[in-house]
């Protein structure tokens, strides 16, 4: 099974079936956390299922533009409140999501990451 389709059926069983139902997971993710990299790390699991059994990612998942800004902005809101001292969605624009304009607003892509499991 390849990586997209993993991604599909995680977000099926989280009952992630549509772009409002993104939102609010992703949004979740954000309240339920104090702190940046554990908001990273849910944010990669989203997409990665495989996450727990992940030893290194090569390469970055990318997102399509709308997905992107909306990640960017929660990440910017997110850290003027718990990192006020560090630049607002720095550690996103570092080690999140690439931006691709080739995909879909909402869609995410892993043809540019190497999984090596564990």
Not at 4 to 15: D, I, Q, S, T
Not at 29 to 56: C, E, G, R, S
Not at 95 to 116: A, D, E, H, Y
Request: contains cysteine; positive net charge.
């Amino acid at each position: 099974m390849t990586l997209e389709n993993k991604c599909r059926l995680h977000w099926k069983r989280l009952g992630i079936t549509n772009t409002q139902a993104l939102k609010a997971y992703i949004q979740s993710i954000f309240t339920k956390h104090d702190h940046q990299k554990f908001v990273m790390a849910d944010l990669y699991k989203l997409v990665l299922p495989d996450w727990n059994n992940i030893q290194k990612v090569e390469g970055y998942p990318e997102a399509g533009r709308e997905l992107s800004i909306f990640i960017s902005k929660q990440f910017m809101q997110f850290d003027r409140q718990h990192h006020p001292d560090c630049m607002a969605g720095g550690a996103w624009m570092n080690t999140g999501f690439s931006v691709s304009g080739n995909l879909g607003p909402w869609q995410i892509s892993l043809k540019n990451c190497r999984i090596i499991m564990n």
